[in-house]
Structures are given as C-alpha cells and as structure tokens.
C-alpha cells in the first residue's frame, strides 16, 4: 500500500463507515487523490497515514495529519486483490489503487458481521515521541482512537521493567493483566494461554505477587509465542481469518495449551511426568492449563 494513491473509493455498506461522523460522501471525498504515506499498528487498530493531493511527501517539513483508520472486529477483513477478481459475498467498502510493480489493484474490506469498520482520522504526536505503532516510516503519530492503548512485546519501544511495575500495581489475575490493553497489546484469549503454558504460570496467578524474574519469564513466552504465530501467519479456526492475501494461518497445529482438554502435557511427557491439559471457564471464555505444571496458587485471583 504504501506509496499507492487511491484513484477511486466506494461505499457498498455505509454501516462500515460509520465511525466516519461525517458520513460517506466525506470518506470517499477525503480518500481520492489521496496518497497512503505508510501502513502502521498497534493492538487491533491498523491505519494508513495519507497525503493529500496537493502534499509533497517529499517535502522534509510535510507531516500528515490524517489516515485511514481500519479495525477488523470479529471478522473483518483486509484483502489485496485484482480488480477483475469477483466481489466478495461480505464486500463493505473498495479502494482502487495506482500502479504499483504488477500489484493487485484494490484494497477491499470485508465483513460478515459489521463489527469492524474504516475512517479517516486525526493524527496526533504519541505521548513518549516514540513511532505509533509497527510500521516502516515509524512516524510518531497515531489515531486518537488507538492512543490508549499500550505498545506490545515486540515493540522496540515496549519497557518491560516498567511493565512489571505496572503489573505488581494491579491487584488481578494474571490472564485479566494479559488481556487489558491499556497494558500491554497484542495478546488475545489464545496467545494468553500459550504464553502462561511457556512461562509455567496459572492464569489466576496474583499480579502483585510477581517476582521480576517471573515477568521476564512470562514477556519472553509471550514474544516466543507471538514470533512463531506470525511465522506460522497466524491462529485461523474458520475462513473469517486470513492475512491480506486470503491465506489461513496454520498456527493451531503448535498450539501446546490452547484447545487441547484432556490431552497429555507435551512438555509434562517430556520429562517423564503426568500432566493433563484442562479446559476451565474464564470470564465467560475458556482457558486451557496443564494440571501438573501450571498448578493453581495461594489467594487466586479469578
């Protein structure tokens, strides 16, 4: 995307734009002619700074000051295709795109069930000068909307020791501390428990009661994690997720923890020990443990 203008946009379900408060004909007007300077991320927000029509990226002084903000929802999606390909079923919204090297020509969101949406946005500075999130030009803007939320492990920028000061400050459950983005991005209900299974921490351990090795323990099991899963291209259940190309991931075939209810612990057979895997209920979803290693401590917190 980055470097591609947007020749022409079209609106097929204004219910997808409608964290556009200036409603359909604005986004389309305010995208074409437009020039997507880079493409960035944090947590579940993904944005496109843009340059207008009359900006000259080149220019050492110009700054953007919007972009094209996406959230996915539950099953959005984000594809790059030919312009000759057939619609999708789900098809909310279509980019046309400039020549770029043989590239597919669109940018097209899909989604079934219209929880996730497009925008164009202000930009503002981040808060510690630092890039907005995981991208090329590591500009240091990001949308209003996404400024809350933290940076995640494999951010440059992301602190870990201030991250276990964090965590020692909350008096919660470990998992609750893992899920809660204005803490730490990027982990959901899978890589949680795939990361708690690595570091050999029970998801109900107390978050003050942490030693710093036990945090750099469980920081490094949640990059490992999240390093392999996108090697794998991701955890994909059904066809709702898939990279932009419409690839599945095939992570779940190494998931150790995750959906894996009454089956031996791979590392517990490792050693020669007995260890089961658990599935137990955890605000309303499911976590999976193994019985032997990841055992339940003293003051639990549910």
């Known amino acids: 995307m980055a470097g591609r203008r947007i020749d022409a946009a079209a609106v097929l379900d204004p219910r997808s734009v409608r964290r556009h408060l200036l409603g359909p004909e604005d986004f389309v007007g305010q995208l074409e002619g437009a020039r997507v300077l880079d493409a960035a991320r944090r947590g579940k927000y993904l944005w496109m700074p843009l340059a207008g029509p009359d900006d000259d990226p080149a220019d050492p002084g110009f700054v953007p000051h919007t972009a094209l903000l996406a959230h996915l929802g539950m099953s959005g999606q984000l594809l790059v295709e030919d312009a000759d390909q ?24 899909v989604d079934q069930r219209i929880f996730g949406g497009l925008a164009v946005v202000p930009l503002i500075p981040t808060h510690d000068g630092g ?5 090329e030009a590591r500009l240091p803007l990001v949308p209003a909307e996404a400024a809350h939320i933290a940076r995640d492990p494999l951010d440059p920028l992301f602190d870990a020791p201030a991250f276990h000061e964090r965590l020692r400050s909350r008096r919660t459950g470990i998992k609750r501390a893992l899920l809660d983005q204005r803490l730490i991005s990027g982990i959901g209900n899978i890589y949680a428990d795939e990361a708690l299974w ?11 009661t942490l030693r710093r ?90």
């Open 86 to 109: 057939p619609a999708e079923k789900h098809l909310k919204v279509r980019l046309s795109l400039s020549d770029a090297d043989g590239m597919p020509g669109e940018l097209r969101f």
């Open 131 to 135: 890039p907005g999130g995981r991208s």
């Open 198 to 208: 690595t570091a050999r921490l029970h998801y109900a351990r107390p978050t003050d």
């Open 213 to 302: 090795p036990e945090t750099e323990r469980l920081v490094d099991a949640v990059r490992d994690v999240m390093d392999r899963a996108l090697a794998a291209g991701g955890t994909s259940f059904d066809s709702l997720y898939v990279n932009v190309n419409g690839a599945s991931g095939y992570f779940a075939r190494s998931l150790d923890a995750y959906g894996r209810a009454g089956l031996p612990c791979r590392r517990c057979a490792a050693e020669g020990r007995v260890g089961v895997v658990v599935r137990e209920q955890f605000m309303n979803r499911s976590s999976y443990r193994c019985t032997r290693c990841q055992p339940v401590p003293r003051n639990a917190r549910w």
